[in-house]
């Protein structure tokens, strides 16, 4: 099953540890409680099959514990750690989060992805009314180089338009980039800006296609969406 919508952040290589990485996701997590106005939100880890997960741990060396455990064993220092957590609001909708982490290697995707599902009955998603809000925050806890929210359509109609890779930074409804990026987005782009505690911009252009698509074309041509070079592998622009 597809979730309606996506916040997603990325970035390069950078060797991280468990304890450091356990710190970024209950931050994740206190972040999106707040941001649901301190709605109860129960979190447990993303199991395979209908059974509901074990509750996520509320101290770091728990949550170190259970990211180490999800890592590739001896390739986790260059592929990086996964590890995906469930959380469910009281209105019947819920949130899939999912980190992969901590690696060294340049060609691997580093991202931090949520997938917010909607209750039945056609009531949004959880979050859905704070999209931009929800990127600034899981980009600037996971220090990331680029962000977007989407869904599958916008994804697909900014990707046949402009015949990107599926790496490749692009803009959502709302796009996030990071410091140096940022200082090359030309003054006046978006109707609504937030900027994040390290420097990044997140620009919010709503829910209209026609301008994720101008502001695509914008962007690209401004040299803010440029993927990060292989050689000379680094987190961020």
């Not at 590739?72 to 999912?98: F, H, K, M, N, Q």
Request: net charge negative; charged share 25%.
């Amino acid at each position: 099953m597809s979730s309606d919508v996506v916040v997603k952040a990325s970035w390069g290589p950078r060797p991280e540890s468990p304890p450091r990485l356990a710190e970024r996701w209950l931050a994740t997590l206190g972040a999106l409680g707040k941001l649901s106005d301190s709605v109860e939100v129960e979190w447990r880890w993303d199991v395979d099959g209908d059974d509901a997960g074990p509750p996520v741990p509320k101290d770091a060396e728990g949550f170190a514990a259970a990211v180490e455990a999800g890592g590739p064993e001896e390739d986790a220092d260059i592929l990086g750690w996964t590890a995906a957590a469930v959380g469910s609001w009281r209105s019947g909708g819920y949130v899939r989060a999912r980190v992969r982490a901590g690696g060294s290697d340049e060609y691997t995707p580093f991202t931090a992805v949520l997938n917010l599902f909607p209750a039945a009955g056609g009531q949004p998603g959880p979050l859905a009314d704070r999209l931009p809000e929800v990127l600034a925050a899981l980009a600037d806890v996971w220090d990331a180089d680029t962000g977007l929210t989407y869904d599958r359509d916008l994804f697909n109609a900014v990707k046949s338009a402009y015949g990107l890779r599926n790496s490749h930074p692009r803009c959502g409804w709302a796009v996030f980039l990071s410091e140096n990026r940022a200082a090359l987005v030309p003054a006046g782009l978006a109707p609504r800006r937030i900027e994040t505690a390290k420097g990044g911009l997140v620009l919010d252009f709503g829910r209209s296609t026609d301008l994720v698509l101008a502001a695509q074309r914008t962007l690209a041509e401004a040299g803010a969406l440029k993927p990060l070079p292989v050689s000379g592998a680094r987190p961020k622009w």
